[in-house]
């Protein structure tokens, strides 16, 4: 058997770092063997070769640079309203799964707080028509747009869509209630709905708001619960 190899110890006098790990300082001005003498890699003279006159990324001594010589195409729109889509084929599968609540209006907060949304929602949630044909459950919804086959779909299963309205500051107090409270300040009254905006909303949302379901869904809803008593004492 080959002997076992000698085990090497570390001492002060051996400590040194990783090959390659330092490297020696940049040495300007030693001579022109070296590479950078004389100019000090710097060229002759102009504005680059100068101490404290370097120009600012971009620019091309004077003339117009590049990023405006480039032609600009599209257009941005600084007043456009973007709102998160949810498809009636998701909300279905969150109220089959009983991640949101059946006996109440569901609100934009309850979207969000369950994930059925993105937490990004710019000015609200638009509710979409994908899955309309197999969409069955009597829900209450309020959000801030929808489709007219969403709410076709959700009126002929028996529950219904309201439209409500909330600026950006409203919006966040609808979903963060508790950001307000933590620095002592009130909710928010909540915004009217810009002359512009008028038709395009059912109204203006609450803050906070009513998760009352419609007289007409409470007496629905009491008149199940009376005939599942009645089956249940049979």
């Known amino acids: 058997m080959p002997p076992p190899p000698q085990r090497e110890f570390i001492a002060l006098n051996t400590l040194a770092d990783n090959p390659g790990a330092t490297h020696s300082t940049k040495r300007v001005g030693r001579g022109i063997g070296s590479g950078l003498g004389k100019t000090s890699g710097r060229g002759h003279k102009g504005q680059k070769a100068r101490t404290g006159r370097s120009p600012r990324l971009g620019f091309e001594g004077g003339q117009t640079p590049l990023r405006l010589r480039t032609p600009k195409r599209g257009f941005h729109n600084a007043h456009e309203r973007w709102y998160r889509p949810l498809n009636l084929k998701t909300l279905q599968q969150w109220i089959e799964q009983g991640r949101l609540p059946t006996d109440r209006v569901i609100t934009m907060k309850d979207l969000r707080d369950s994930s059925c949304v993105g937490r990004k929602m710019g000015w609200g949630v638009k509710l979409l028509g994908r899955g309309a044909g197999s969409f069955k ?11 007219a086959s969403a709410r076709a779909a959700i009126e002929a299963a ?3 869509v309201t439209t409500v309205y909330y600026n950006q500051l409203g919006l966040r107090a609808l979903l963060r209630p508790g950001w307000f409270a933590d620095k002592g300040r009130l909710l928010p009254r909540p ?7 008028d038709g395009r909303f059912d109204r203006r949302g609450d803050l906070p708001p009513s998760t009352e379901l419609p007289a007409a869904a409470q007496q629905q809803q009491q008149q199940q619960q009376q005939q599942q008593q009645q089956a249940a004492t049979a």
């Open 137 to 147: 459950h009597p829900v209450h919804l309020e959000v801030s747009q929808v489709s």
């Open 158 to 160: 028996g529950g219904s």
């Open 191 to 197: 915004a009217g709905i810009p002359p512009k905006l």
